[in-house]
């Protein structure tokens, strides 16, 4: 099993928005309904932020969002702030098998 | 609160068998709804699933690591364990535990998710 593809990185200014691809094949991210997504802070474990393709734990900012399209789940991180500063990973569960995505780095500018 | 804590040495060296332990507390690991991970982060890497047991000893491994790995389950001192047989220099990574929830839904379970992680422990294979 392929590890999800995502772009090394992205970046926006405080307050601005961006959003992070995650791509997978019609076994992984497509035949999934169980896409989460994961922050990691250097040096600290990840913490899940998305479950469910879009769906929030209680205590995440509904700045997070996410969605699906296809092969491609989506998160999306708006009013951006320097908390968010932080690796991103996307997860997805399909035929017994969970595979996580290569990781986003998010700066902010 | 459950709260996981990873145990177990750091430094393994190649051939021999990693093994790790996770303590859980603030919740019993018999409760069910919950499967019993581990997922590891090469160095400056991604994460990757290793594979995870539910309490009953039923299990589920990622297929590339499946011939070497066991994760098992102590219900009588609520911890879970791994072993990770013939180590090499690439299987060096911070290993964590985590609880991933089943795929059933119920009030305030993060279906599929791994909702609550260990701080991780830091194991290199070396001679």
């Known amino acids: 099993q392929s590890a999800l593809t995502q772009p090394p990185s992205a970046s926006g200014s405080p307050g601005q928005s961006v959003t992070i691809s995650c791509t997978g094949t019609s076994s992984d991210v497509g035949a999934s309904n169980y896409v989460s997504w994961y922050q990691q802070h250097p040096g600290k474990a990840p913490k899940l932020i998305i479950y469910e393709v879009t769906k929030r734990p209680s205590g995440v900012p509904d700045r997070f969002s996410a969605s699906k399209s296809g092969n491609t789940a989506s998160l999306t991180v708006s009013g951006l702030q320097a908390d968010d500063e932080a690796d991103y990973f996307c997860c997805s569960y399909a035929a017994t098998n969970n595979v996580f995505g290569t990781g986003t780095k998010v700066t902010v500018l | 609160q459950v709260q996981l804590q990873e145990s177990g040495p750091g430094q393994v060296k190649p051939s021999q068998t990693l093994s790790l332990t996770c303590t859980v507390s603030?919740?019993?690991?018999?409760?069910?709804?919950?499967?019993w991970s581990w997922i590891r982060q090469h160095p400056g890497k991604g994460l990757e699933w290793i594979g995870y047991?539910?309490?009953?000893?039923?299990?589920n491994y990622n297929p590339s690591l499946k011939s070497r790995v066991n994760i098992s389950v102590d219900m009588s001192k609520n911890q879970f364990s791994l072993k990770l047989s013939s180590v090499t220099a690439a299987d060096t990574a911070i290993y964590y535990c985590?609880?991933?929830?089943?795929?059933?839904?119920?009030?305030?379970?993060?279906?599929?998710?791994?909702?609550?992680w260990g701080q991780g422990t830091k194991v290199t294979v070396s001679s």
């Open positions: 603030g919740g019993s690991i018999s409760s069910g709804g919950y499967y």
């Open positions: 047991s539910y309490y009953s000893g039923n299990t």
């Open positions: 985590a609880r991933r929830c089943v795929v059933v839904p119920a009030p305030g379970r993060m279906v599929g998710a791994f909702d609550i």
